[in-house]
């Protein structure tokens, strides 16, 4: 009887118990991990900042707005991998992960759509992830 007990609520309330612990120490790791912020009031008129002690120039080459496709440009010396995800502050917009490809050794570029909110706010974070180093450049659109 115990055991029957133990299968029917007990494994899967440590089931249950076990992904609500995961979830809380994922959102506090994602709220306690530092990334840094590029200042970068217009990404159309290019962005430009170091990471390892190389230049890193960004570039959105068409105004970014929700639902439109647009190309992000990545030019840096050296990198084996470029990948970027947008949100916004607050708010989960969903799996958005984009993978950037090489033109160039030297120049990396993706077609992207910015996701859209529901309350009409147009203020996105692109989280570039360049060899596992991130960066959050704010803008708006």
């Given at each position: 009887?115990?055991s029957?007990w133990?299968l029917k609520?007990?494994?899967?309330?440590?089931?249950?118990?076990?992904?609500?612990?995961?979830?809380i120490?994922?959102g506090w790791?994602?709220q306690?991990q530092?990334?840094?912020?590029?200042?970068c009031?217009?990404?159309?008129?290019n962005?430009?900042f170091?990471l390892?002690?190389?230049?890193?120039?960004v570039?959105f080459?068409?105004?970014?707005?929700?639902?439109?496709?647009f190309?992000?440009?990545?030019?840096?010396?050296?990198a084996q991998?470029i990948?970027a995800?947008?949100t916004?502050?607050?708010?989960?917009?969903?799996y958005?992960q984009?993978?950037?490809l090489p033109?160039s050794?030297?120049?990396?570029?993706?077609?992207?759509?910015?996701?859209?909110?529901?309350?009409?706010?147009?203020d996105w974070?692109?989280?570039l992830?360049?060899?596992?180093?991130?960066v959050?450049?704010?803008f708006?659109?």
């Amino acid at each position: 009887m115990k055991s029957n007990w133990l299968l029917k609520y007990g494994f899967p309330l440590l089931i249950i118990g076990i992904a609500v612990v995961g979830g809380i120490y994922q959102g506090w790791q994602h709220q306690h991990q530092h990334t840094p912020q590029i200042a970068c009031p217009d990404p159309l008129k290019n962005c430009l900042f170091q990471l390892n002690r190389q230049a890193v120039h960004v570039e959105f080459l068409a105004p970014p707005s929700g639902l439109h496709p647009f190309i992000l440009r990545v030019q840096l010396a050296h990198a084996q991998k470029i990948n970027a995800h947008f949100t916004m502050r607050d708010m989960e917009m969903g799996y958005n992960q984009y993978r950037l490809l090489p033109l160039s050794p030297q120049l990396w570029q993706a077609k992207v759509v910015l996701p859209v909110c529901v309350t009409g706010r147009h203020d996105w974070i692109l989280t570039l992830e360049i060899d596992d180093q991130k960066v959050e450049i704010p803008f708006t659109g």
